[in-house]
């Protein structure tokens, strides 16, 4: 899912079947990018990669793999990474914030 800097909002819970990346650099054309903001959960056996440039964040409202874990959580690029709830990821691979993160509620991130 790819922008050319146009916000990426999500409403409601998200099922991940396979991994996606959501773009809104337009893969770095625009490095500015732009917010991308996740309304719910976020659960799914899938790896999930965001990039919103540098001159936008990422939020997460709801618990992301709390149901079922994500294998991989990735942050290319993100002037904030935004957190409100729990975070989950199962996997080979280290969840890494790239980006300052600001904690607006009681979080425990597992991985």
């Known amino acids: 899912m790819t922008t ?3 916000t990426i909002g999500i409403v409601g ?3 991940l079947l396979n991994s996606l990346t959501i773009d809104t650099t337009n893969a770095g054309a625009v490095a500015a990018g732009a917010a991308i903001t996740f309304s719910s959960t976020i659960n799914g056996a899938a790896s999930l990669t965001l990039r919103s440039g540098t001159g936008a ?9 709390e149901a079922t874990p994500l294998i991989n ?11 409100n709830n729990n975070i989950t990821v199962s996997g080979l ?4 914030f790239s980006s ?3 904690l607006t509620g009681t979080s425990l991130i597992t991985s």
């Not at 964040?57 to 709801?62: A, E």
């Not at 959580?73 to 957190?83: A, E, R, Y």
């Not at 691979?93 to 890494?96: E, F, H, K, P, Q």
């Open 73 to 83: 959580l990735l942050f290319t690029s993100s002037s904030t990474i935004q957190i």
């Open 100 to 102: 300052p993160v600001i």
């Open 4 to 6: 050319a800097g146009g």
């Open 93 to 96: 691979n280290t969840l890494i």
């Open 13 to 15: 819970a998200v099922s």
């Open 57 to 65: 964040g990422v939020l997460f409202t709801g618990a992301v793999g």
